[in-house]
Structure formats: C-alpha cells, structure tokens
C-alpha cells in the first residue's frame, strides 16, 4: 500500500471513532525531524489528532498511528495493514488505566527465592488537599 494511502486509511480510521485529523503547520521552534509532535488530544472537549503538516509523509503516519493505538478500535474494522500500522505504534502509547478495584498485574521480578510476583489489588485511597 502507498503511505499516502496508508494516511487516508489512518484517517478514516479515526473519524470513523469519532476523532478529527487536523494537518496543521506547526511552529518549526517546536518541533523539528528528530522530534516530530502532535498526537492525541482533548480540543473543547472533541477528541483531535493533531499533525505537523510540515513532517515527512512517515512521520505523519507514525503520529496518526500512535495516537490511535491509545484509542478502543475493536469495534472498527480495519484493513490489516491499516491495524498492524497501529500494532507497530502501540509499544510508545500509554498502557490504558484498568477500571477501579481490578487488579493490575506488574512487572514479574523474581526476588531471593525465585517466587514471581502475582496480582495485587489497587489500593483505594481517598485524596484529600492539605
């Protein structure tokens, strides 16, 4: 598939969940080829993708595809190419949270024993400002 087709796909991908896409020409102080920026945020409460517009075509896709592996796509379909592009971007995205009282499952680290670590509740803990 020709990345320009895989962007299309990406993008539709996105406005099919709800998600604008916005190309946009960001300030070159803020972003430059070894640290391109945009990804997912929260714009008068509708859920955007932004891009530099000014990015290289893969970086364009690699923003598109992060910002999508944060994102529930079950329910989507997608052609494969189109999930194993998000698939490869899902390693740099925020582990989603588990719902309250669910238990977590952490690191496994083999301690003097050799015993690996099981599941632990979340502690539920009231916060309160001093």
Do not use: Q, Y
């Amino acid at each position: 598939m020709e990345l320009s087709r895989l962007l299309d796909e990406l993008t539709l991908a996105a406005n099919r969940v709800g998600i604008a896409v916005r190309m946009e020409a960001f300030d070159p102080h803020l972003s430059d080829a070894r640290n391109p920026r945009g990804g997912l945020c929260t714009v008068l409460g509708r859920r955007v993708i932004l891009v530099d517009a000014n990015a290289s075509l893969p970086d364009r896709i690699a923003t598109v595809a992060a910002a999508l592996a944060r994102v529930d796509l079950e329910s989507v379909f997608l052609p494969p190419i189109v999930r194993a592009t998000i698939g490869a971007h899902a390693r740099g995205a925020r582990p989603r949270a588990a719902p309250p009282g669910e238990p977590v499952r952490l690191p496994t680290r083999h301690g003097k024993r050799g015993k690996a670590s099981t599941l632990l509740p979340l502690a539920r803990t009231k916060w309160r400002d001093s």
